[in-house]
Nanobody, 118 residues
Framework: VQLVESGGGLVQPGGSLRLSCAAS????????IAWHRRAPGKQRELVAA???????SYADAVKGRFTISRDNAKDTVNLQMNTLRPEDTAVYYC?????????????WGQGTQVTVSS
């Protein structure tokens, strides 16, 4: 199982970034996928999630600014982030919880750094 994030970088407040997560090693279309983030000095938190059926959910802090989507043909999940704020600065991680041999196992990507600063 591999999850590879990309698209992070430095952006000014009010700007936009699009993160991507490329998945492999499992049947992507049959699993829910989530984006989490960890800001400096804080615990990791759920940002957005998308079910295998395309239903989306968001943390209150990003509602109306972030959009999660998936492309099952390309085994990728994207996070479009608009109107970025300094408090969005964090390492962003892709996450999937797989059913393996009757038990649940969580997998994380290596993360991509997003820095919002002027």
């Amino acid at each position: 199982v591999q999850l590879v994030e990309s698209g992070g970088g430095l952006v000014q407040p009010g700007g936009s970034l699009r993160l991507s997560c490329a998945a492999s090693g499992f049947i992507f279309s049959t699993y829910d996928i989530a984006w989490h983030r960890r800001a400096p000095g804080k615990q990791r938190e759920l940002v957005a999630a998308i079910t295998r059926g395309g239903f989306t959910s968001y943390a209150d802090a990003v509602k109306g600014r972030f959009t999660i989507s998936r492309d099952n043909a390309k085994d990728t999940v994207n996070l479009q982030m608009n109107t970025l704020r300094p408090e969005d600065t964090a390492v962003y991680y892709c996450y999937v919880n797989l059913l393996v041999g009757g038990t649940r196992e969580g997998y994380w990507g290596q993360g991509t750094q997003v820095t919002v600063s002027s």
